[in-house]
């Protein structure tokens, strides 16, 4: 009977975890959900570099040297609607799911209350925000790591073990720092069953582990016959000492762009851990291990930012953030903690009645989760509105909302938007390719005359529920002669025309357009200020009758 009783019991409380947890996450989500949706829909306008380039190549799945994971989501996406809306939807529901993630994750490092603090920490922060409603991997990537490690850490059964597999595999497929978990992961397993087991069987549980976490970077290698495609490059094998600035660089701006009262709880929460039992937890230390090869691979990582320098972009910081946004949650679990046995302990000097001491500390929780949570709001919101409201992205968005309304199905129409900088990508890639790889050279810069679209373009596909073969740019037709551009005109007929007012036409043809319509016909709608503005045309092909007969 005792134990039929100790069964009940437990059985109980196994229901009330798992009913805690599924409300914990029911919370993480909606609220990452609606914080999100929040900003979209506050400023639709897209910003970004590389998140443009996905969206306008939306019929593209290898782009470069980027892992293709992100890339297919938007591709299937796009097939299902080319609204831009759906697509910074997915990226939405994507960083939802990276803050159920993460509290998951930290489940089984800490205690659920660490766990919750961690995620609304994740949710709130502006710098994650910032970039995850728009399509960078990062977030994808660290959605696909925190549930594999979180599957790998609990390992009840060998399902773990494979859907650990799955969502590490995923990360494989989104960024590098996947294979770097991958790899480590392995380096774990033998590292482990060196002080447990013999060789042999050391041997053959490590190739095991090989072929059930490294399958995705295997078949890359095998497929590419190297890191990357050809005309790409990922790493840069010529060390200096002056990359390893890239280490203090990332560690500085974690803590900037952590916020001042997180980086001031991430501090006290990573002393805590380290004065405390806590550095032993081999959790812990696995994890400690995997950022220190991060900031190992980071000294050779390619691209440096800016090029030519030996920095590289602040979107590195998103795997040492997060570790530092869990140091901060046990950080303010901790403070949580003292300053409610402080309550109690003072409320018990003046009033015996219970009731008010869990009110006043209710009371205290509220404030310090509102002083934690409404300052990095404020400063999302801030950064997104600025980054939006730049001539670029504002006026290309305010172009592709004139265009959507008026324009039918199977009508075209054509841009003339100011080009890259073409000088800068080619020293560029020179520098990189030039000497030593001429075939690696060539196919760096075709790929690089296919992407490299005039950013006001792009923001304008970007930003429209049509795409390339709609919106066409003259940068393309840059060669052709008056007569040949009338004919063209004519040929595609193309219905309406979008002139930004920074464009500097460089051929007969681009001058042509601009001596025929800007300035000298009505003009259909202009969008923006006087910083950056575009000005739309109706085109009647009749006017280029005359040269096109030539």
Not at 46 to 51: L, R
Not at 63 to 76: E, H, K
Request: hydrophobic residues 50%; contains cysteine; proline residues 4%.
């Amino acid at each position: 009977m005792d134990v039929t009783v100790a069964q009940a019991v437990q059985s109980l409380g196994v229901k009330i975890k798992e009913r805690v947890v599924v409300f914990d996450l029911s919370w993480v989500f909606l609220f990452g959900l609606l914080v999100r949706l929040w900003l979209i829909i506050s400023y639709p306008a897209m910003y970004g570099g590389d998140p443009i380039v996905r969206l306008v190549h939306t019929d593209k799945i290898i782009i470069g040297y980027n892992l293709p994971l992100l890339q297919f989501l938007i591709f299937l996406t796009s097939k299902i609607s080319s609204h831009p809306f759906m697509l910074r939807f997915l990226m939405v529901l994507i960083g939802s799911v990276a803050g159920c993630g993460l509290y998951l994750l930290v489940t089984k490092l800490f205690d659920k209350n660490v766990a919750r603090l961690a995620a609304l920490l994740f949710i709130v922060n502006p710098f994650i925000l910032v970039n995850s409603i728009v399509p960078y991997q990062e977030i994808l990537m660290l959605a696909s790591l925190f549930l594999g490690g979180y599957f790998l850490i609990r390992g009840r059964s060998s399902s773990d073990r494979y859907i650990s597999s799955f969502f590490i595999s995923m990360a494989c497929l989104t960024r590098y720092e996947g294979w770097m978990a991958a790899l480590f992961i392995v380096a774990i397993t033998f590292l482990h069953g060196l002080t447990r087991t013999n060789w042999s069987i050391n041997l053959k549980k490590t190739i095991y582990t090989t072929i059930f976490f490294c399958w995705v970077p295997i078949l890359w290698l095998l497929w590419n016959r190297g890191l990357n495609p050809e005309g790409t490059f990922v790493l840069d094998n010529e060390f200096t000492f002056a990359r390893l600035l890239r280490i203090p660089y990332i560690v500085a701006k974690t803590i900037y762009v952590s916020t001042p009262a997180v980086a001031f709880l991430g501090f006290i929460g990573l002393v805590i851990i380290l004065l405390s039992e806590k550095r032993r937890d081999k959790r812990l230390l696995a994890i400690a291990g995997f950022f220190m090869l991060f900031l190992t691979i980071l000294t050779i990582w390619g691209h440096d930012y800016p090029p030519g320098s030996n920095l590289v972009t602040e979107r590195e910081v998103h795997v040492p953030l997060c570790l530092f946004l869990i140091c901060a949650a046990f950080g303010m679990d901790k403070i949580f903690r003292w300053v409610y046995n402080l309550t109690v302990e003072y409320t018990q000097h003046i009033c015996r009645d219970a009731t008010y001491c869990v009110s006043t500390k209710g009371i205290i929780t509220v404030l310090m989760l509102l002083i934690i949570i409404s300052f990095p709001l404020k400063m999302a919101y801030d950064e997104v509105y600025a980054r939006s409201s730049e001539p670029g992205p504002k006026v290309s968005y305010l172009a592709s909302q004139v265009i959507d309304k008026i324009m039918n199905k199977n009508e075209k129409v054509l841009i003339l938007a100011k080009e890259w900088q073409k000088s800068i990508i080619d020293s560029a890639l020179q520098r990189r390719f030039g000497k030593d790889s001429p075939n690696a050279m060539n196919k760096a810069l075709k790929m690089a005359e296919e992407l490299t679209l005039p950013p006001d373009y792009q923001l304008l596909v970007a930003s429209s529920r049509y795409g390339k073969n709609e919106l066409i740019s003259t940068h393309r037709y840059r060669n052709l002669s008056e007569t040949d551009m009338a004919r063209f005109l004519n040929k595609e007929g193309f219905k309406y025309l979008i002139v930004f007012s920074d464009f500097m036409p460089e051929s007969p043809g681009e001058e042509f357009i601009l001596k025929t319509y800007d300035g000298k016909k009505e003009i259909l709608a202009k969008v923006g200020d006087d910083v950056k503005f575009a000005s739309i045309y109706r085109i009647q092909s009749s006017e280029f009758k005359v040269l096109s007969s030539e």
